[in-house]
């Protein structure tokens, strides 16, 4: 006796139709015989999926907030908080790398970098980390620009935040509601004067738990470039990136680089 069931299928099984598994299995193409590529490749598409998910879930947080749907962005923010948490997890097989074994494949992807990933620019537009220059890696595929240029003409996620404080009676300066969303998101002084309030009133308050789930993922968001750093710098040092990037000195500006600012300096204030 069994207690697998007996069940025939023309053609692909239902978990196939739904999932595709044996197309992500297909997308596997290592270039080298090395032992670790295929970590290396599995890790990163890995991350892929984790960051198309962030994409979705805070459009939807941003989204629902430009409504006035308080709970809906709060539903879509501990849903990406979660999946940034196992974002974060996606460095564990390649964050012990030598020099020795990264250069045991590294040369097979030539050109190709991170610093090219679409998703992950989606991710950073979202936060507030505006760049028209970086649409120009993409201009040579029409749909990934166009995407990214819709992205960053859009309010960002802080914005519709910010703009949800202030129809609430917080005092988001005006130059900053109005500001052009395409330019990369600067700390402003009545901003962290808003925040401080939130934080200084009852802390039952539905603003203070908005604050602490988007100060998690902020959190979060700077474990992932440190971790990035951290695993960049242990398999090949100061050396120049791939893709022409400058590698480890970029990271490390990116490191440095705050999520939600006002967030972090208001705390001084309380």
């Known amino acids: 006796m069994t ?42 598409q890995v991350m892929e999926l984790w960051l198309r998910l962030l994409v979705h879930e805070w459009r939807a947080a941003r989204d629902a907030l430009a409504k006035d749907d308080h709970e809906a962005a709060m539903d879509a923010l501990r849903r990406s908080l979660s999946a940034h948490q196992a974002l974060n997890d996606s460095w564990r097989p390649l964050a012990k790398l030598t020099p020795a074994q ?31 220059s970086m649409v120009q890696p993409h201009r040579g595929h029409t749909a990934v620009r166009e995407a990214l240029e819709e992205t960053l003409a859009e309010p960002s996620l802080y914005d519709e935040v910010l703009r949800y404080l202030h ?54 968001v700077l474990r992932w470039r440190s971790d990035h750093l951290l695993a960049t710098r242990r398999a090949m040092g100061a050396k120049s990136g791939s893709g022409g990037s400058p590698g480890v000195a970029w990271l490390e500006k990116r490191a440095a680089r705050s999520v939600f600012p006002e967030l972090w300096t208001a705390r001084s204030h309380v």
Do not use: C
């Open 167 to 220: 129809r609430r009676g917080l005092p988001v300066p005006e130059h900053v509601l109005e500001r052009d969303v395409t330019e990369a998101y600067t700390p402003d002084p009545g901003v962290e004067e808003a925040w401080r309030r939130i934080y200084a009133g009852p802390q039952h308050d539905p603003l203070v738990a908005l604050a602490e789930l988007l100060t998690d993922i902020a959190e979060s």
């Open 3 to 44: 207690d697998i069931p007996d069940l025939r299928f023309e053609g692909k099984t239902p978990y196939e139709e739904y999932v595709h598994a044996s197309v992500l299995a297909s997308l596997q193409q290592p270039l080298t015989n090395d032992p670790n590529e295929m970590s290396f490749l599995v890790t990163t």
């Open 102 to 132: 990264f250069n045991g494949f590294r040369a097979a992807f030539g050109h190709a970098s991170g610093f090219q990933s679409a998703q992950y620019r989606q991710m950073e537009f979202l936060l507030g980390e505006k760049s028209r």
